[in-house]
């Protein structure tokens, strides 16, 4: 990461394979931008009508301009998940060509629907190079550079999935060392899988400057390196992804790394917002100035309101969708994520990249789940400034918000509010300290004092189950659930 706009145009200039990148589009202008997008939406709509059978109806009639620009798609459908997720061979397109490069290279899967289904999103050769490309285009932004030590604390996932492969894959087109940890749940017929403290030998051995992973198992690796006084003297960058990272988990993570040895203002916490439909990540050019679209040729990103179907102006929040622009296996049109953001199409002030650039909402973090919001009490509650709240108190190791009854045998009784915190040692002013921390701070967040239970940090978060910490349960009776 680097700050203020020249010191990222010299730092562009000093790394060949970034210097080599000259059609890289986030330096063109707003206004290049919003016409480049223009023209290659009109190419990729061409394509669907011709090639996508779950598009070709829709569009077969609706009149294409010579010109082009977002603003067009306002009047087509949104695609939502559970359209994709039912039909995934639907939105593949069928190319009639003899160009290797349009064949299927291979899948990933989405993971975390509704559905529980996993759904196979499909690339083709160009499809690989141009994520490649992004892939690259990333790592510029986040300011790595050829010589940085990667270690990847991804897990080993079960089927083909973005993050463990996108790391890997980042270091590779950026020709920079890498090593996988292997971590993950364990699988006894083939023991391949390596333990957290075998990953923080790999950092020391390697002299890593450069660790990957999901935000709450960095913290879990981290803590664990204290105890056993691991040498991460090197780190500059850690990529801590798949959740939100507020700020306060970012200092504390900088803190504890300090106390290994790395230098304390030299490192860069990188919190992305990814998915798999986009097979990489939005990306800090510096810590919560936003999250830039790496590649603004290969999506366009609304913000839109689901029941207008317009966009929103910049910097208001909505539902967040995404169309692909230059796809040739799986394609999605005006996809709704099931997230909500803010987002603003200015130049950034900061590295003078121009395209999306996702928004700090809550005070640090970049998206809110639409489907995460409940009724509580009877009144919408969503959980993102809650944790928020909670990732805000560095003394609390693990934690856990559940909704439940205040009769848990009586679906009808009161709702009730409850923050499972690991259990401190034996000090029985910190407990009462951090018991009045949690119930201040969630109180703030959202007028509701939880009950505060304590719990084994086991019981939480166990990192040979899971590699991420489950923060938010509804554990109430099921008619009581959801938005209505
Ligand atoms: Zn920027």
Redo the contacts with the bound molecule.
Sequence with gaps: MHSGKDA?RSFVESVDVYRDDTADPTFLSADEVDTLQGRLLRDQIVRLRESSPYYSATLLDIDLPDQMSRHWLEQLPFTRKDDYQAAPERFRLHLESSNPYDRTWGLVHTTGTTTGEPTPFYDTGHDMLAYWQMLLRTCK?AGMTPDDVSVSVMPVPAMSHNAFISSRDACSVLNSPYIAAFVGTPQPEFPIHRRTDYALRLIERNQATVIWGIASYVRHLVMRGQELGTDMSSIRLVWALGEACPVPMREDLRERLASLGAAHDAIRINNGLGFTEMRGTFV???EL??C?NPSPDLFIWEVVDEDSGRQVPDGSTGSLALTHLNRRGTALVRYLTGDTVAMTRES??????SGE?ILPQHESIYAARVSDWVKFKGVLLHPAPILAALAALTALTQYQVILSKSDTSDPYSMDRLVVRVAESTGDDDLRGRLQADVRQAVHAACEIRPDVEWVPASAIYDPDVSIKARRFLDERPHQEHGVT
């Design positions: 990222v932004i800090e050019c510096l100035n936003g830039h950034c002030v900061n590295c003078g990249r650039r």
